[in-house]
C-alpha cells in the first residue's frame, strides 16, 4: 500500500510539473506576442513623430518666408 501511494504521489507531481510547464509556455507566448504589439506600436510612434516634426519644420519655413 506504502509503495502504491508513493507511485500516485510520484504521478501526481508529474502532473503537476506538465501543468506548471504547459501555464509557464502559455505565458512566454503571451509575453511574445505583447512585446509584437509593443514593438509595432514604437515603430509606429517613431514615424508619426518624424511625420509631424517634417511638418512643423514646414510650417516653420512658411512662416519665415511670409507664407
Do not use: W
Amino acid at each position: 500500500m506504502g509503495y502504491k501511494l508513493m507511485m500516485n504521489d510520484k504521478e501526481h507531481h508529474g502532473l503537476g510539473m506538465a501543468a506548471e510547464i504547459a501555464n509557464a509556455q502559455q505565458r512566454i507566448k503571451r509575453t511574445e506576442i505583447a512585446l509584437k504589439r509593443t514593438e509595432e506600436l514604437v515603430a509606429e510612434n517613431i514615424e508619426r513623430s518624424s511625420r509631424m516634426r517634417r511638418l512643423v519644420e514646414a510650417a516653420d519655413r512658411l512662416v519665415v518666408r511670409g507664407g
